[in-house]
């Protein structure tokens, strides 16, 4: 995925004169900006980048705002999306809503307001992407580790201490000491604190069970 400085806006509706007019005012505001006619046009021509906003009609010809939220949902698209819509039903908004949407904006709306919810969007991606950036270089790291590391890693990043991990499970103080040493050393860190932030906002129990996946994968069945 390429990393944009600024920001990144996939401007989604099938009014012309719509498309032209915002994209010219987000461009002046440093934006940069791909317009699409149709729903279909986008998911034919986008590339994901970051940070970025899909700036989404909901009423379109064709596959609705709602639909193409969905659909990239299913396809793994975490790009923030900001609703924009002359009429649209009560359902549809709770529906877009309850599929994530960033914000939703009614026409006509203010530009000002157009900016405040799109640089929000674009910080939730960036924080997004940092995390997930953050995720990959830890799993890799964590898949380093032995299955007692593994326990310890978790104990540490829980706060506890040496002592209150070798109590929770009867080991040597010594032991969870020298366990510590190389989780933080395998993890390339030089403290606990650098530890913890470190996995911050990272799933870790997602995380174990990837590798775990990856380690230790199903056996395909076998059949008689």
């Not at 395998?186 to 990837?210: F, G, H, P, W, Y």
Request: aromatic share 4%.
């Amino acid at each position: 995925m390429q990393v944009l400085s600024a920001g990144h806006i996939y401007l989604v509706d099938d009014d012309a004169s719509i498309r032209s007019a915002l994209a010219s005012t987000l461009e002046r505001q440093g934006f940069s900006v791909t317009p699409y006619a149709s729903a279909a046009e986008f998911l034919q021509n986008a590339t994901p980048v970051s940070p970025a906003v899909v700036l989404l009609d909901m009423r379109m010809p064709g596959q609705s705002g709602v639909d193409l939220q969905a659909e990239l949902a299913s396809h793994g698209w975490t790009t923030p999306i900001i609703f924009i819509s002359g009429e649209s039903l009560p359902a549809q908004i709770v529906q877009a809503m309850k599929q994530g949407a960033s914000d939703f904006l009614l026409k006509p709306f203010s530009m000002q307001a157009l900016l405040v919810a799109v640089e929000q969007a674009l910080e939730k991606d960036r924080v997004t992407h940092e995390v997930l950036v953050r995720t990959l270089a830890v799993e890799k790291l964590y898949a380093t580790l032995t299955p007692r590391e593994c326990e310890v890693f978790e104990a540490i990043i829980e706060g506890k201490t040496n002592k209150q991990i070798a109590e929770s499970d009867g080991s040597a103080p010594a032991t969870i000491k020298l366990h510590r040493s190389r989780v933080l050393s395998k993890m390339q860190v030089e403290s606990a604190a650098e530890l913890i932030a470190l996995t911050s906002n990272i799933d870790i129990s997602a995380l174990r069970l990837r590798i775990l996946d990856v380690k230790h994968p199903l056996a395909p069945e076998r059949h008689h």
